[in-house]
């Protein structure tokens, strides 16, 4: 079986998912998270509790039905 007869029937528009928005801001911040000083990092407020917001942003975002009615 092919990868693309497993993928969801709009997989080309994915990028307007806000599941995949959240998870595209997450990969940028944690892939920019080692170049930042140590210093700024550890003023940095819950670090823990943004990350685990973002999670929960990702299973909320992929919950939510985001069509638009008809006609917009």
Request: hydrophobic share 50%; glycine share 6%; proline share 6%.
């Amino acid at each position: 079986m092919r990868i693309k007869d497993r993928l969801i029937a709009d997989w080309r528009k994915a990028y307007k998912l806000w599941s995949v928005r959240v998870s595209a801001a997450g990969l940028a911040v944690m892939s920019a998270w080692p170049s930042i000083p140590q210093e700024i990092r550890e003023q940095i407020p819950g670090q823990r509790w943004i990350a685990a917001g973002m999670f929960a942003a990702v299973i909320l975002g992929r919950l939510i039905n985001q069509e638009k009615p008809d006609g917009q």
